[in-house]
């Protein structure tokens, strides 16, 4: 309907341009408002398109509670306790420990599909309670798809949250312990590696609130996905012989390493 609208206003100003010119109308005025008029409507009819995050593009559905074509998949989940250790000589001794001041889960499954590849999922999830760890709120997720063609992996896409506050001095990490900020910062990461390229997009937000699962974060995280603009975007080429040997991001390479 809106390509419609767009071709008859089109079609409209047309004729107002050879009725212009007919009639002898030759003000300056006349064509500036015809010229006005072709750009605002140009620009209120066009369509803003999200841009769907690679894993949706490699994997459809892969991520969903009952994702279809899963041969085999597994899952855990740790507990997370704390412990400051003063570094003594060749030893470290304890000074005070805490338990249950976050939690950690990991899954994978494996598709069967009807093409000559396959599809490794992994999804990695931590959070760390502040009501046990002195206020520290942090949490995340990363979620990573494996294309296999003919037992090489030839893509791997990934799109995850952070927390985007790095406490890399005693002054930062002070400041943030006990802090009852309500909104805090975070960076939503779209990145794809082939064999010749690797892309990334970055959208920077701030968010309010807590979740207890990937899914959960995912789901408040993504419509706010599309509708911004990604404030950081990369695009590498390798112009070497053959290219990235396997094309793994994080959690494909850690697998491969053990």
């Known amino acids: 309907m809106g390509r ?5 206003t089109d079609r409209c100003l047309r004729r107002m341009v050879v009725r212009a010119a007919r009639s002898g109308w030759s003000r300056p005025w006349v064509w ?9 409507i140009t620009v209120s009819t066009q ?13 459809p559905g892969a991520f969903e509670r009952s994702p279809r074509n899963v041969s085999e998949r597994w899952d855990v989940t740790y507990r997370v306790d704390a412990t400051v250790r003063l570094p003594l000589f060749f030893a470290r001794i304890p000074i005070v420990s805490r338990e249950r001041v976050g939690v950690t889960s990991f899954s994978a499954r494996d598709f069967t599909t009807d093409r000559r590849t396959g599809l490794r999922a992994y999804e990695f999830y931590a959070a760390s309670f502040p009501e046990r760890a002195r206020g520290l709120n942090r949490l995340g997720f990363l979620r990573e798809v494996l294309t296999v063609t ?6 791997t ?3 995850g949250v952070i927390s ?5 001095t005693m002054a930062k990490a002070d400041q943030v312990l006990d802090n009852d900020a309500e909104r805090l910062p975070y960076s939503v ?6 064999p010749r390229t690797a892309e990334s997009r970055v959208v920077h937000l701030s968010l309010a609130g807590s979740w207890d699962s990937a899914t959960s974060l995912h789901n408040d995280v993504r419509p706010m996905w599309d509708g ?11 112009r070497g012989e053959g290219g990235y040997d396997t094309p793994l991001a994080f959690l494909g390479g850690l697998q491969q390493s053990l």
């Open 228 to 238: 911004e603009d990604p404030s950081d975007t990369r695009h590498l080429e390798n």
């Open 189 to 194: 990461i779209d990145s794809r590696i082939r």
């Open 164 to 168: 985007s506050e790095r406490e890399d």
């Open 4 to 8: 419609h609208w767009h071709m008859q």
């Open 157 to 159: 896409a990934q799109f």
């Open 150 to 155: 003919r037992g090489r992996i030839t893509e």
């Open 32 to 40: 500036l408002f015809i010229l006005l008029s072709l750009v605002v």
């Open 47 to 59: 369509e803003s398109r999200p841009i769907t995050p690679w894993v949706e593009t490699s994997a």
